[in-house]
């Protein structure tokens, strides 16, 4: 497992390409808390601490499965011909969450309407998909990589506290996850080699509001 890990980390760390660039900033604006890369001061209560519940974290994953299917619409219709690069690449999230949904449900809990930070996300990037390929192209590769990295740290802790450990079909992929990863990074490093400098500085600076969105979504979790 260590091996796997460190060879993860590594494939992770360079690719060679623009994705490099989209990791180092993304990581840059996690909190120390969050990652040993993060250069933010925590806000609040470190991560590890949160206190969750069922009901904060059945929100968290409604708007969760309303931004996937979101993003997963944008690449079908594929306003702009590179879009159609990113369908089915394993990552999808929506089918898993919509089982995750079910389950609870047949658990006797209540699903709720999706709330504000969601709705709000989605209509940002469906807005900015249909005139800002750059940027949007940011916060499809930060929802997904995000989630498969403090994503699943963030879910197995908060299983252990509230589900008994279950682990949910929101952190398993049919496949081999670190490969569906480098899929994912050669095609974006691929669709990035026609971009020009500003193009790619564009696409780095939509990075913040990427991590606001997606970070208003997590702290659902806490509501
Ligand atoms: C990577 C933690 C929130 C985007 C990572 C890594 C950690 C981490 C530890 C490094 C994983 C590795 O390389 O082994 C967390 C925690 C968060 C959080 C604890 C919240 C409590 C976010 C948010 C975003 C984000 C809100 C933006 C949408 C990313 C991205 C990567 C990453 C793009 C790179 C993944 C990769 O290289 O494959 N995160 N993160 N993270 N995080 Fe976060």
């Not at 990074?185 to 606001?212: G, I, P, Y």
Request: glycine share 6%; net charge negative; aromatic share 10%.
């Amino acid at each position: 497992a260590t091996a796997t890990a460190t060879a993860e980390r590594s494939n992770k760390r360079c690719t060679g390409g623009f994705v490099d660039e989209m990791r180092s900033v993304a990581m840059k604006l996690h909190s120390k808390d969050q990652s040993k890369e993060g250069e933010k001061e925590t806000q609040g209560k470190p991560w590890p601490k949160w206190e969750p519940t069922i009901d904060g974290y059945l929100k968290f994953l409604v708007d969760s499965k309303l931004v996937y299917d979101t993003l997963d619409k944008i690449l079908d219709k594929a306003d702009f011909p590179e879009y159609a690069e990113f369908r089915n690449t394993g990552l999808e999230r929506a089918g898993k969450l919509a089982k995750d949904l079910k389950w609870f449900e047949e658990q006797g809990h209540v699903i709720p309407e999706p709330v504000a930070p969601g709705l709000d996300y989605s209509v940002y990037v469906e807005e900015l998909s249909k005139k800002d390929p750059h940027a949007f192209i940011c916060h499809f590769y930060n929802t997904y990589f995000a989630h498969t990295a403090g994503g699943r740290m963030i879910g197995k802790k908060v299983a252990a506290k509230i589900l008994n450990g279950k682990e949910l079909e929101f952190y398993k992929w049919d496949g081999d996850l670190s490969q569906l990863l480098q899929n994912v990074r050669e095609k974006l490093n691929m669709v990035a080699e026609n971009w020009t400098r500003d193009e790619k500085n564009h696409c780095l600076q939509e990075t913040e509001k990427s991590f606001k969105f997606n970070g208003d979504i997590l702290h659902l979790i806490l509501v």
